[in-house]
């Protein structure tokens, strides 16, 4: 089970010491769906924003932006983001400063990988409140905007995303019109390329996930 769990997820990793993040990579990386790295904390926070990771793994001291900079400006985008520091050092006052920013746990360097493993699996209860359950072993992320089927990742592209974020919201249904305003704002689209559109993202997923509501428009099945 903790396995199954554990690939569902995508981690960054942010840590200054080349050796320390390749020996990470290589360790535990397969464990999850996606593991990603970066050297600083400037790097760190411009790559959250990019793929929009489920758990951050950070060192404190590193050039350019700390750990702990940089978790501020995470919280500030996700409060909820679970974020975990690794630390060379038991140093009580930046121990303190990563409980007010909202970190969720620190560990001391060199620590197990089991551990870490399991208080990632620990989280479960937290990392799926954001997940929505819905037809035929589908689940979506509302936090990342991911969806997966039988935990396995699918790929959406950016308007996929944004047109199942649509219906989740409005889950009796949504007519083609506001299809259209929502997904390619001033563009004019015709109705046949708001169909065309749905048609492939069903045989990406499956007609019994997105309904097509006769002569109305469509919605998502929980």
Known sequence: MRNKFLKELKVLLVEDEEKLSTLLKNAIGESFQSFTLACNGKEGLELFEKISPDIVITDIMMPIMTGLEMAKEIKKIDINIPIIILSAFSETDKFLDAIDIGVVKYFIKPFDLDELLDYVSSLKTTIQSKLLFLEEDFSFNRSTASLYKDSKFVALTKKERLFMQLLLKNKEMVD??????????????????????????????????????????YKIEY
């Open 176 to 217: 083609e019109e506001t299809i259209k305003k929502t997904l390619w704002l001033d563009e004019e689209v015709s109705n046949e390329r708001v169909r065309t559109f749905v048609r492939r993202l069903r045989a990406k997923t499956s007609k019994n996930l997105i309904v097509n509501v006769a002569g109305q428009g």
